[in-house]
């Protein structure tokens, strides 16, 4: 089966600043999706970023960006300029077929004034 | 406006009783899905479904119930089996099950028994 981690239960960052959180899964299929998702308190799910296994490319959303390591199995979050909004949870999903997504435990990052 | 409905916000349920949470999705989705959501464990796939009709267990089944006789609703329903039922409940839908597309989430229902 599928599993996701997240080494980081929690992150903190000054305003401003750059923060990355991290997230690793493991998997043998060659062909999936890797998803960021933001629930702030409102405990809203709100897609933040998602990645194409077959794509080279690194996916960037405005000042969110990632690193995607395929080899590693490697699927890091940069959150630049970071912002008070910013402050919530973060969740890192895989998806081979969207009836088998995977969720991390999760990342509370705070954004400190 | 489109998007997912999940009622009621929160719900409490004594010992022994079965109880039902509801969601409702509006964007035309193929796929709907309920998720579990314990502190420090993130989301556990409780059911989908890719189809009216048609429903299949996730990783965490055992003590819950599922419909799909419409589209656009997938109600959850917790019965007096599931030995820790106290916990956050997230129904989520996207276009197909397939296409690896963004799941719409709803807000969430706060279960806790009593």
């Known amino acids: 089966a599928q599993t996701v981690t997240q080494s980081q239960p929690e992150m903190s960052v000054q305003e401003a600043e750059t923060v990355t959180l991290s997230c690793t899964y493991d998997?043998?299929?060659?062909?999936?999706?890797l998803f960021w998702y933001k629930q702030p308190p409102s405990r809203q799910m709100i897609l933040v970023i998602r990645q194409e296994a077959y794509k080279q490319q690194n996916a960037t959303e405005n000042r969110f960006s990632v690193n995607f390591q395929k080899a590693a199995k490697s699927f890091s979050l940069k959150i630049s300029d970071s912002q008070l909004g910013d402050a919530a949870m973060y969740f890192c999903?895989?998806?081979?077929?969207?009836?088998?997504?995977?969720f991390g435990a999760g990342t509370r990052l705070t954004v400190k004034p | 406006d489109g998007g997912i409905t999940q009622s009621p916000k929160y719900l409490f349920r004594k010992e022994g009783q079965n109880v039902t949470l509801s969601c409702e999705q509006n964007l035309n989705h193929d796929a709907m899905y309920w998720y579990r959501q314990d502190p420090g464990q993130g989301l556990r796939l409780i059911y989908y479904s890719q189809i009216v009709n048609d429903f299949q267990k996730g990783d965490i089944a055992e003590g819950y119930s599922v419909s799909r006789e419409k589209k656009e609703s997938f109600p959850l329903t917790v019965t007096s089996a599931q030995k820790n039922p106290t916990a956050f409940y997230l129904c989520?839908?996207?276009?197909?099950?397939?296409?690896?597309?963004?799941?719409?989430f709803g807000q969430g229902t706060r279960l806790t028994v009593v």
């Open positions: 999903a895989y998806s081979h077929n969207n009836n088998d997504m995977r």
């Open positions: 989520a839908s996207s276009i197909d099950a397939g296409s690896g597309t963004e799941a719409f």
């Open positions: 998997t043998s299929e060659s062909d999936y999706y």
